[in-house]
């Protein structure tokens, strides 16, 4: 349960997916969205977001993935032994395609941006190939950018091993991280998922069932 506070004359809700101040008689002022806040109150709290997250990444994670190759009259040809298809069954020690592909809809989901890093050898004559794939959490990750240009120059990953930073080439976008992101209105870098005009609905919700619950551990007596 969510504990409030007072401050000055108005009551702060704490752990929303939009965090509420609200003074007697007054509207609601809707704070920051932030990505833990919609991980707790969507996916962790609210059935209904939750199950929707649920099927769209799973969905996702049930399609087949194939390698083609293009013969020179234009035809596609199904490759059964490629190197790729090691990364298709197993991108990563800990994890199947299946999960990983989960993982990643889910944060893009979430937030309508997921980063996909790529583990590669640095030498020999197969550098820069892929050998393993990761999903990083999106509030692992910031942008570095080049000063007075507004392009991307890299990543810096923070997460529990510590700090990292990923270089990529400005003008390629080629590196060992990938960021797909949705459209955004207002922001150049960052996409706008459907839990943030969903957040107010969500909180609504999530509210509604805490009011129903303190109305039952209180003999349906309302509170003061």
Same mark, same amino acid.
């Given at each position: *349960?969510?504990?409030?506070?007072?401050?000055?004359?108005? =009551?702060?809700?704490?752990?929303?997916?939009? @965090?509420? &101040?609200?003074?007697? $008689?007054? !509207?609601?002022?809707?704070?920051?969205?932030?990505? +833990?806040?919609?991980?707790?109150?969507?996916?962790?709290?609210?059935?209904?977001?939750?199950?929707?997250? %649920?099927?769209?990444? %799973?969905?996702?994670? @049930?399609?087949?993935?194939?390698?083609?190759? %293009?013969?020179?009259?234009?035809?596609?040809?199904?490759?059964? @032994?490629?190197?790729? &298809?090691?990364?298709?069954?197993?991108?990563?020690?800990?994890?199947? /395609?299946? =999960? /990983? *592909?989960?993982?990643?809809?889910?944060?893009?989901?979430?937030?309508?941006?997921? =980063?996909?890093?790529?583990?590669?050898?640095?030498?020999?004559?197969?550098?820069?190939?892929?050998?393993?794939?990761?999903?990083?959490?999106?509030?692992?990750?910031?942008?570095?950018?080049?000063?007075?240009?507004?392009?991307?120059?890299?990543?810096?990953?923070? $997460?529990?091993?510590?700090?990292?930073?990923? +270089?990529?080439?400005?003008?390629?976008?080629?590196?060992? *991280?990938?960021?797909?992101?949705?459209?955004?209105?207002? +922001?150049? /870098?960052?996409?706008?998922?459907?839990?943030?005009?969903?957040? !107010?609905?969500?909180?609504?919700?999530?509210?509604?069932?805490?009011?129903? *619950?303190?109305?039952?551990?209180?003999?349906? !007596?309302?509170?003061?």
């Amino acid at each position: *349960m969510s504990l409030s506070k007072r401050v000055k004359g108005w =009551f702060k809700k704490a752990s929303a997916v939009a @965090s509420v &101040m609200i003074p007697a $008689g007054a !509207r609601a002022i809707w704070s920051e969205k932030r990505y +833990d806040n919609y991980a707790k109150e969507a996916y962790l709290k609210n059935v209904i977001a939750f199950r929707s997250i %649920q099927l769209i990444a %799973q969905a996702v994670a @049930s399609v087949k993935w194939n390698v083609f190759k %293009q013969s020179a009259s234009g035809k596609l040809i199904e490759i059964d @032994s490629h190197p790729i &298809m090691a990364l298709l069954k197993r991108p990563n020690p800990e994890e199947s /395609f299946t =999960f /990983f *592909m989960e993982k990643m809809t889910a944060y893009h989901v979430l937030t309508a941006n997921s =980063f996909i890093e790529k583990v590669a050898l640095s030498t020999g004559k197969n550098a820069g190939t892929p050998r393993e794939l990761y999903t990083i959490r999106p509030d692992y990750v910031a942008k570095i950018l080049v000063n007075g240009a507004g392009a991307v120059a890299g990543y810096e990953v923070r $997460g529990p091993g510590g700090v990292r930073t990923l +270089d990529i080439d400005p003008l390629t976008r080629r590196g060992p *991280m990938l960021h797909i992101t949705g459209f955004h209105p207002i +922001d150049n /870098f960052w996409g706008a998922g459907p839990n943030e005009p969903a957040s !107010r609905d969500i909180d609504t919700d999530n509210e509604a069932t805490e009011w129903n *619950m303190r109305l039952l551990q209180n003999n349906a !007596r309302p509170g003061m």
